[in-house]
């Protein structure tokens, strides 16, 4: 498990692929974000994990400089104790630990793992799935939209990505919400980066939340749609300062107000959210949830009492 330079940079380049680092706060041997690296993998992505060693949910935007492991080393035993503050998977030396929070971790992979892998910088950065879901306030302490947030500010376009599901290792044998979370990531993050110019603009990231996935429905990928959102419930009691005076949303589905991304995920049926949010955790003008609207348009649908408005 020793960090190894000259392996990563002996990797062949993937230099017409789309380059992306992978982070998030549940940890680089949770098995939903080693789900998404071998869908964005399969999917023709040249994709890096670099993720916390340990369970770093609920952390925000803490930031440290990494350190040596403990006596009881990486979650779920995938690296020893006392191994160094960097390391990688000895077979796929692409799947790297950062001993430190999930901003730590998205920067590290950023600005040092992609000149050895990618030669050069990457060009978009998912953090998730995460398991739980991100909406509303919980977007405020949540480590994997930290992550997100830290990529963008470095100045990629980044998407932060939940769920529902268990905190399980790698080594768990794979059920279907996580094949699932996994593809749909893929699905939103292949749609984003085949838009034309900038694939978000400036200073923004995407939260998706996705909902539960039951037997008798929201099984198979294609029961999923996606609705645009917003991250604050306008009328909301808290916090007021946020949504009190907000401005009106993109004009979408026959409305200037979006709907928020809890009432989407929680309602009835399969939806999906996304929400276009600031690195400042907060709902964006409708001028760029428009671009983003426009960018993703071909995945995103109307709610059915938004059809019935006349659309």
Known sequence: MLPSALLLASLPLAAAAIKVVISNDDGWAMINVRQVYKSLTDAGFSSIISAPAD??????????EPVELGVTGCQFGSCLPYSPPYGNNDSEPRLNYVNSYPVTAMRYGIQNLSSLVFGGPPDIAVAGPNA???LGWTTLISGTVAAAVEAAKLGLPAI??????????????????????????????????????????????????????????????????FVLTRVWPVWSLWPLSMNLFAD?????????????ERSVVHGEGCYASISVMSTSKKDVDAGKQKSVAESLGSILTCLPDQRRRGL
């Not at 369970?55 to 440290?64: I, L, P, Q, Y």
């Not at 009106?248 to 928020?260: K, T």
Request: charged share 20%; with cysteine; hydrophobic share 30%.
């Open 132 to 134: 739980g879901n991100n």
């Open 248 to 260: 009106d949303d993109v004009e979408w589905c026959g409305s200037s107000r979006l709907p928020d």
């Open 55 to 64: 369970n770093m949910s609920g952390t925000g935007s803490k930031d440290a």
């Open 160 to 225: 932060a990505f939940s769920g529902l599901g268990r905190y399980l290792p790698w080594t768990t044998p794979v059920q279907p919400y996580m094949e699932i979370y996994a593809d749909l990531s893929t699905m939103v993050t292949q749609v984003l980066s085949n838009g034309s110019g900038a694939y978000l603009p400036e200073d923004t990231i995407l939260n998706v939340n996705f909902p539960r996935v039951h037997d008798d429905k929201c099984s198979p990928t294609s029961d999923f749609e």
